[in-house]
């Protein structure tokens, strides 16, 4: 259940570590994983992170607006099956207005829900799936 | 008080002539209405047509029924014997076991989470495997949801310091194998184990246990294998230790 001035993990090396939701993208309800969501910047990674993320020329500075995807939610998301999955925290991936992810990797485990809704670059750069 | 001034009220004045119009406009439609709510009330006795023994509607332009209630004359004084009340059967509990006779026909998910010795428990590591591809989840079982056919648990693991919880139907075709990876040591004094949740009771990741039980698994493969070939009796044996 994103919605606005929800504060989401960014988990890949674009920059960010903490932003937060400024609209969801698309649609009138709380955004879920696989939706799209304009994000604040609201803390960078530390020193060492930052410069890594300066070297390969995609960085973000706090204060940035930027596209993201939702890739983990607290909120229980139901499948078709009947399985439900449920992550500890909220988290996300930015992307830019043509939908390709900023950050070159990603580390953690990103819901499955994002190949229904196609995201499948994100999915292949995730180390694992649940 | 409120009659004079309607009394003589100026010719010219429209909007106040037009109220009271509407006024008693409003007033003669109350009228009607109450007509023929009345005259619609008269017939509704069923003593009035026995013969034909339900209540018509007919419209007055088209001579046509436009609705039809029928009324039914009491079973009880239509047979002429005390009505036996009919025999009591939960139609829910009847589909579940029929369902569940479809979908589990060995009977192996009924027992895996029977209230027995050997079933699986609350605070058991779990193991499930998806039919349709995908890694198989692994998992504290936190808690059992007995439903019928909608029986589900609930595993928490981490995968990679985040923290997953799933929950599974175990009737669904899609999991095709739930296996007990650990043993809880001693019986959990709880049903749903929800504080696994906090920090302070927080298991972490069951990777380790998962891996050592392939490892142990893939052990007695091997001897199973080789007592196959070598001899029968061997393979025998590996079957009884299972």
């Known amino acids: 259940m994103i919605q606005l001035k929800s504060m989401l993990n960014c988990i890949d090396n674009s920059g960010a570590a903490i932003v937060e939701c400024a ?33 390969s020329g995609a960085k973000v500075k706090r204060g940035d607006i930027r596209h993201a995807v939702v890739v983990r ?16 925290d909220n988290a996300c991936v930015l992307i830019n207005k043509s939908g390709d992810p900023i950050g070159s990797r990603i580390n953690g485990v990103v819901g499955m829900e994002l190949r229904k809704k196609k995201w499948s670059r994100i999915l292949s750069m995730a180390p694992s799936q649940a | 008080m409120n ?35 009345a005259a619609a009330a008269t017939p509704k006795t069923p003593s009035q047509s026995p013969d034909q023994n339900f209540y018509r509607l007919v419209d007055k332009k088209t ?20 009505l036996t009340p009919p025999k009591t059967t939960n139609p829910v509990a009847a589909l579940h076991e029929f369902q569940i006779k479809k979908l589990d026909p060995t009977g192996a998910r009924t027992a895996l989470f029977a209230r027995t010795r050997e079933a699986a428990k609350v605070g058991d590591i779990l193991l499930v495997t998806h ?48 296996e007990i990876v650990k043993r809880r040591l001693k019986r959990a004094r709880r049903a749903r184990l929800t504080y696994m949740r ?16 392939r490892k142990s698994r893939r052990v ?10 070598a001899a029968a009796g061997a393979s025998g044996k590996g079957g009884k230790k299972k």
């Not at chain 1, 939610?73 to 500890?88: A, E, L, M």
């Not at chain 2, 001579?63 to 005390?82: C, D, M």
């Not at chain 2, 906090?198 to 039980?213: F, Q």
Request: aromatic share 6%; glycine share 8%; net charge positive.
């Open chain 2, 131 to 178: 039919r349709r591809g995908g890694e198989p989840f692994a998992g504290v079982c936190l808690s059992i949801r007995r439903a019928g056919i909608d029986t589900a648990v609930l595993l928490r693991n981490h995968i990679g310091k985040v923290g997953v919880e799933m929950w599974f139907k175990i009737y669904n075709r899609n999991v095709a194998g739930i």
């Open chain 1, 23 to 55: 609209m969801v993208i698309g649609q009138k309800r709380h955004a879920s994983i696989g939706d799209r969501i304009v994000v604040v910047v609201q803390k960078q990674r530390d020193a060492g992170a930052a410069g890594m993320a300066a070297a």
């Open chain 1, 73 to 88: 939610t607290k909120q229980k998301v139901t499948r078709r099956d009947g399985s439900c999955i449920k992550f500890d």
């Open chain 2, 198 to 213: 906090k920090p302070k009771h927080d298991m972490g990741s069951v990777a380790e246990y998962v891996s050592a039980w």
């Open chain 2, 63 to 82: 001579k046509t029924i436009r609705s039809a209630f029928a009324l039914y004359p009491s079973t009880s004084a239509a047979a002429g014997v005390p």
């Open chain 2, 3 to 37: 009659v004079t001034p309607l009394a003589r009220r100026p010719l010219s004045c429209l909007k106040s002539s037009l109220r009271q119009a509407r006024q008693q406009k409003i007033f003669s439609r109350s009228m009607v209405t109450e007509v023929q709510a």
């Open chain 2, 220 to 229: 007695f493969q091997t001897k199973g294998a080789k007592g196959k070939t």
